[in-house]
């Protein structure tokens, strides 16, 4: 199942390199890839969202087995996708990227929720869950505020046609749900009560 698993996660990362070995990247190939690393990042992390509902709707801690997995396919993506942007697309222009971070808020909302999800990567790892051991509830509360702003950076990028941006609002909302106190103390009582 693991093997599997990172296949999967794997699978966006595959199709560039296919479509850069094989000249099949759109002619802005550029933009293509910077478009593909960044669904890939807010993909896996509604993934990694429904992860943790899983849990809290059935009780059963196994869902987690994946989330660690999903989490840090999240981070790569989202790394790589700042990377292109930042590296390969700007050259680490330094005058470019601070005129396209003050100028463009899609890019400032982009860079704030790769900060936002920065720690949580880091507590992914021994060292930074010792070390960061008293942040640990915010830290982990911080993917929330980084997953909205994902969206809002998705969003504000769109020129027109913006549903696609609202097909991840409408399911970044449905999950942020279960996360309402009163609605997650009910499925606990549920799974106390019939577990
Ligand atoms: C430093 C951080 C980031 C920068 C500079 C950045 C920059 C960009 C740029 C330039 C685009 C394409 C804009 C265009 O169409 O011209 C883009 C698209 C996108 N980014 Fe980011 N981004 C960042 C972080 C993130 C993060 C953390 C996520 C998600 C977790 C994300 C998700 C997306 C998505 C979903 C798209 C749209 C892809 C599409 O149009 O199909 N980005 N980003």
Redesign the pocket.
Known sequence: MRFAAHVLALLPLTAICWDIYFGQLSPNPI?DV???T??A??TL?LVTHTITITRIITGRASALTFRRLTGLY?YF??VL??FI??GV?YRFDYNLISD?IFTKP??LA??T??LL?TPRAITSFRFGAVRLRNYAVVINLLVYP??AI?VL??YW??KKEKS?ALV?LAMMAFLFVFRIPWVKSRFTRLNKTCP
């Open positions: 933009e910077t478009h593909r960044g669904n990042a807010l992390l999240t993506y989202a996708h700042a942007f930042f697309d396209g899609y890019v982009g860079l929720a790769l999800i980084a997953t994902a950076h998705f990028l769109l696609e991840y």
